[in-house]
């Protein structure tokens, strides 16, 4: 491993151990949302809703944040977005991950399953 790129991890790990919950979760928001976004198209309410619930209640995305990363990975060409009828009969803009937000998602969490693995070693009792 280049010496730069583990300084860089060592670094990132120390800050990381450091922040708080939400802090963590700033950080990460892009790839939940990609996460959520995998296997299906999705709107905001229900992207929310699944990351609060798959993280034991840890993250809920304020409504603001949300729609922030939703814009700032539309621009970047991660995401797409369209109109469709919701089963109440309200419209929702629809969410879809794009091939190359599938490809920048998968990336992700091969990066944090090796930042993961590295913290539970450094914390090993």
């Known amino acids: 491993m280049h010496f730069r790129y583990l300084d860089r991890l060592c670094i990132l ?37 699944q ?3 798959k993280s034991s209640s840890l993250f809920q995305l304020t409504e ?19 109109w469709g009828d919701g089963d109440t009969g309200a419209r929702r803009r629809y969410y879809s991950i ?9 990336e992700n969490v091969n990066d944090w399953e090796e930042f993961s693995a590295a913290i539970s070693g450094l914390l090993e009792l």
Not at 65 to 80: H, K, N, P, V
Not at 98 to 106: E, V
């Open 13 to 49: 790990y120390y800050n990381i151990l450091m922040l708080n919950k939400q802090e963590i979760l700033r950080g990460l928001t892009d790839t939940l949302i990609l996460g959520q976004l995998y296997s299906k198209d999705s709107y905001g309410y229900e992207i929310n809703k």
């Open 51 to 53: 990351i609060h619930q």
């Open 64 to 82: 603001a944040t949300l729609y922030t990363a939703f814009r700032r990975l539309e621009a970047a060409g991660l995401l797409t977005s369209y």
């Open 98 to 106: 794009t091939k190359t937000g599938k490809k920048l998602y998968r």
